[in-house]
């Protein structure tokens, strides 16, 4: 391990408090083709899964008519047009300015639209410091495969072993032990209680989520791990 490894942040739900935004996103979408009555518990099913790959899942579930492409337009379009609300943790903003001040090479894997990531981090003033972006539209496949961890890295031209990813839901701490890097794992507390099976790969879980999140103590670990 590097004495100065890149960290690869996940975006929603990681970074940013995007979750009940991209909730309602998909409750206006799937409302828009006939289906009412999308619940928070129903979006929690798909934290962590790339977008695409929850339209696909929802389309196969209530017999949706339309191409996925175009119901990626439809909840971008939504998702966009909350997205200036988004906030980012404050024990996160901490740890990105500090680690962006230390000299570590940053980015963003998110299995989100490019111009999501881009208007989230726009919204938070993140955008200075993590200008090296992956989105689900770079790569094939979505979390749990690692190929948005592993595009990241070569972005950031540096060994996967070299990285430390930052994730809050179990199909990104998977991604990460399949592209060979560290993890630090938030679950996400907006949902139902994680299933720490899930998060048993990662090198340090903040059991508690965001509110446990302690910048100072995983900027310990990364450097002494």
Same mark, same amino acid.
């Given at each position: *391990?590097?004495?100065?490894?890149?960290?690869? %942040?996940?975006?929603?739900?990681?970074?940013?408090?995007?979750?009940?935004?991209?909730?309602?996103?998909?409750?206006?979408?799937?409302?828009?083709? &006939?289906?009412?009555?999308?619940?928070?518990?129903?979006?929690?099913?798909?934290?962590?899964?790339?977008?695409?790959?929850?339209?696909?899942?929802?389309?196969?579930?209530?017999?949706?008519?339309?191409?996925?492409?175009?119901?990626?337009?439809?909840?971008? &379009?939504?998702?966009?047009?909350?997205?200036?609300?988004?906030?980012?943790?404050?024990? *996160?903003?901490?740890?990105?300015?500090?680690?962006?001040?230390? &000299?570590?090479?940053?980015?963003?894997?998110? &299995?989100?639209?490019?111009?999501?990531?881009?208007?989230?981090?726009?919204?938070?003033?993140?955008?200075?410091?993590?200008?090296?972006?992956?989105?689900?539209?770079?790569?094939?496949?979505?979390?749990?495969?690692?190929?948005?961890?592993?595009?990241?890295?070569?972005?950031?031209?540096?060994?996967?072993?070299?990285?430390?990813?930052?994730?809050?839901?179990?199909?990104?701490?998977?991604?990460?032990?399949?592209?060979? *890097?560290?993890?630090?794992?938030?679950?996400?507390?907006?949902?139902?209680?994680?299933?720490?099976?899930? %998060?048993?790969?990662?090198?340090?879980?903040?059991?508690?989520?965001?509110?446990?999140?302690?910048?100072?103590?995983?900027?310990?670990?990364?450097?002494?791990?």
């Amino acid at each position: *391990m590097s004495s100065m490894p890149a960290v690869i %942040f996940d975006l929603d739900g990681t970074l940013v408090d995007s979750e009940p935004l991209y909730y309602e996103a998909g409750r206006r979408t799937l409302e828009r083709y &006939g289906v009412t009555g999308f619940t928070w518990e129903e979006h929690c099913q798909f934290i962590g899964i790339g977008t695409r790959e929850t339209l696909e899942a929802l389309r196969d579930r209530y017999g949706i008519d339309a191409p996925v492409e175009e119901l990626l337009a439809v909840k971008n &379009g939504h998702y966009l047009e909350l997205a200036a609300a988004t906030e980012v943790f404050p024990a *996160m903003r901490a740890f990105v300015e500090r680690l962006s001040a230390a &000299g570590h090479p940053l980015a963003v894997a998110s &299995g989100s639209s490019r111009s999501a990531i881009e208007s989230a981090l726009k919204a938070t003033g993140l955008d200075a410091l993590l200008s090296v972006r992956v989105s689900a539209e770079d790569v094939g496949r979505g979390k749990p495969e690692p190929d948005v961890f592993l595009a990241a890295a070569r972005l950031l031209a540096v060994d996967p072993a070299d990285c430390v990813v930052v994730e809050d839901a179990g199909p990104g701490v998977e991604a990460a032990r399949r592209a060979g *890097m560290r993890c630090i794992a938030v679950p996400y507390a907006g949902g139902p209680a994680p299933d720490t099976d899930a %998060f048993a790969s990662a090198g340090m879980v903040f059991p508690g989520g965001q509110p446990e999140f302690d910048a100072q103590r995983a900027y310990e670990w990364l450097h002494t791990a």
